[in-house]
């Protein structure tokens, strides 16, 4: 690696390099500083392409019809190169939104972008948080942008597999899978990574966490903000992390939601293995709280109770997939979601209570793969595997795969293979990959940053945040105790969102780590009232249109 220090003749950048572990380059007419373990060419690629955007800007108008969105929301694009090393190569081009602030030109403060994370997740519909009540306030001081990151759709979609093969159903997917199983997994680990190559070519190295922190420098100068105001969730978070890395002294203000482990000996395989137990431990509270409300659901009194129905739900359904649809690989889906979101308990508990008593309905619509959504599904794995692969540290053989995760699965049983078939096209991908970039800034490099974790997250365990928050100083991290749902910054905990808005209008943070009261836990319905969420704004900040 070597470093890049700047120097001014005659108003232009001349970049020389030299033998060290960071890099530097400013460049007066964007005002674009990055410091990180990069060549040469991707920090002169990322100032050239920042300038680009800030001299083009972004041409809002009315978004797409196909979209279907509502006449507030305004859709645009900036443009990207796909390979900052090579900037005057190709290029593309990136979806982006904005709702304009509410407030009188003396409240408005900027832009506030946003990033979901997933990876494989867009923002296009997050500016709609501001009819809100949670954020009405942030709406009247910044304009609300989202953004379908590289690879997401409406930006040019990456797919690795035909949609409706990914959606295929149903499938197996066994807590204990045998020697014979494993080895059709990894022959179909191996067609899938190779399917990507043959889709993106060249590009498939670039769709990665990195790029995207460079992409969002991008659309800072195309926005024409001079600093950046930011939240992401979960992988965004991550994206901003190396941000406030590469760019210090463009930050503004920073909210990382959830964030994954930045220990760069972290990423990648080792997140995969720690996410598993977490998972397994939320996992362990819905059955709990299913066991809490066994008069509404008849599931058992405790969760090792409703486990075991689960469990015998599960051997049900690899011998009789539901509806011809479900089987234990859709099962397993749909109560991961359930580990994700607590808003998922009452529908999946309604559904498993339903099944148990001989009405399988509610069960194959709820876990019954959706036609209509299985482009956009596909899109997603296929960005998803792509950035994790690109990101992290992977074995690349099989015995090690097998060895950790059958060890960890006698302890995680619930998600532990399932994530390793995710992954797997990781230990065969074909594009070489970098050591993840260490993730710090110096005391005094950022202003005041904001951190939000629920204790007991099993997508990005908690253990996550602390270690982000000791590695920028100045952060302040404000934790959701005894609660486990992923994402909660301007969600469904009035105390959490309190000092969300009070950053996000004030730039103050928490004096010191300031606890929060969980939120409260979902009600439960009635036996066959399987109520669908409504598309508020937690399905907008996942993301997500709702379900």
Known sequence: MRAVTRYATAGALVLAALPAASATATTPATGTTARADVTVPEVWGTVLAAARARERGIAFADCPESEMLPESLRCGTFTVPVDYAHPYGPRIELAVSRTAATGSPSERQGALVYDPGGPGAASITFPLVGDWAAWRKTARAYDLVGYAPRGVAPSPALSCRPPEEAAGAPTDSPQQPSSAYK????????????????????????????????????????????????????????????????????????????????????????????????????????????????DVYGLGTTAGAVRGRYDEVRTALSR?????????????????????????????????????????????????????????????????????????VWPADWPTWDRDHTRAARRAPFATWAGAWANLPCASWPVPRRQPLDVRTGRGELPSVLVLAAERDGVTPYAGAVELVRRLPGAALVTERDAGSHGIGGADNACVNGHLETYLLTGRVPERDTECAPHPEPNPVSLHRAVPRDAGPQSLLRGEPGV
């Open 320 to 392: 009789n997939p539901a509806g011809g649809k479900v089987g234990t690989a859709q099962l397993q889906a749909a109560f991961l979601a359930a580990a994700y979101y607590d808003d998922y308990w009452a529908m999946r508990a309604s559904a498993l209570s339903a099944y148990v008593e001989g009405d399988p309905e509610p069960l194959i619509t709820q876990a019954s793969p959706r036609p209509y959504t299985a482009k956009g599904d596909e899109n997603a794995e296929a960005v998803r595997t792509a950035v994790e692969c690109n990101d992290g």
């Open 183 to 294: 080895g059709e997994r990894t022959v179909l680990a191996k067609a899938y990574a190779d399917g990507c190559a043959l889709a993106a070519g060249p590009a498939l190295r670039h769709y990665s966490s990195l790029d995207g922190a460079r992409d969002l420098e991008v659309l800072r100068a195309a926005l024409g903000e001079p600093r950046l105001t930011f939240m992401g969730t979960d992988q965004g978070a991550y994206v901003g992390a190396l941000y406030a890395t590469l760019f210090p002294s463009h930050v503004r203000r920073m909210v990382f939601d959830s964030p994954l482990d930045p220990d760069a000996r972290r990423i990648g395989y080792r997140s995969g293995l720690a996410r598993s137990r977490a998972l397994e431990s939320r996992f362990e509270d819905f059955l709990s709280w299913v066991a809490r409300h066994d």
